[in-house]
């Protein structure tokens, strides 16, 4: 397959006039002289050629996921699991190891992350209390051991008792620690990140707010570098003067973007003023996509085009350790790339070489 005439979003730039040609699941030519005479040609028509865009924080079973957000450039997720009871997370885990082993696209989901148990009850959110748990060992080591491999994310309030050495445990485990769902203050935040947590679960949302001494966990998380903060970026969720202030003293690589989504859950009808709700009016996810949150940062923020697209892409794609195969377009990586134009209208979405969406007449 050979894609010629796009704008090639790669090594944080937008190269015009590239082309990107892919044998079997692998990029094998970024560039300007590329030669195929084989190939079955994709005309870009002037659009932009981006790797696709990874969803590390998302709801719902994987193939209803999928079946929704390949449309929207989204091409490898990590699947979100709320606090629930043991057999629901049992439930989760055997249908994420089922969609695993497709021979299509399978390898769109790298794994999963859990949203608690450890976590505070006054930051729960949408969370259901009846499943958050004190900080335990011996039930970190049970959780891990049920989850496997799968498990790459873990949401944890730094403040509870014993919830310190938990993210150490993660640490040696190779589970990113996350911070979130938590009322912990500046100090409590930064001790947190002292033990090991290296991510911030929707920054801004399910944390104190900032006040006027700072005392908060975003704030820790904001001045840290050795944090990386996810956002929503729906514009509902987090105020744009928020955003402003974290696109200010994040670097290019500490901000990722993510969708929070449920819509695989609940459905697209039971949307209000751009988000999920719960009766009692508290938000319980958005309806956001990738291209979406895209969208919303170069439109509403100002973002760069390229820097945006890495905050979908390539930062991900390091906060999973799967750089080396995901989230950028160069040679020998996986073939996963979206199409879409100057309206940020996805045309075209490749999985490992294989067309999974091509919108019609395109």
Known sequence: MKIINGQIIACGAVIKGASVIIDGSKIRYVGKRAKSHSADVIDAKGSFVSPGFIDSHIHGDPAKVLAHEIRYGTTAIV???????SANLSKSIDAIRR?????????????????????????????DKRFIKKPSTAGLCKIIERCGALLKIMTVAPELDGARKLIQNLKKKRIVASMGHTSA???????GIDAGITHATHLFNGMRRMAANGSSAALACLSDDRVVAEIIFDLVHVRPELLYLALAMKKRNGIILMTDSVRAEAGGDKVKGGVYRLRNGTIAGSNLTMIGAVKNAVRACGVALADAVAFATINPARLLGVD???????????????????????????????????????
């Open 79 to 85: 699947t979100a699991i709320s606090c629930s009871s």
């Open 99 to 127: 969609f695993k082993d497709d021979d299509v696209l399978g390898a769109s989901v790298e794994g999963l992350r859990l949203e608690g148990p450890y976590i505070s009850r006054e930051r729960a959110g949408a969370q």
């Open 185 to 191: 203050d500046y100090e409590e935040g930064v001790k």
């Open 324 to 362: 080396a195969r995901k989230g950028s377009i160069a040679k020998e990586k996986d073939a996963d790339i979206v199409i879409f134009d100057k309206d940020f209208d996805v045309k075209m979405t490749i999985v490992r070489g294989k067309i999974a969406y091509r919108k019609r007449g395109f």
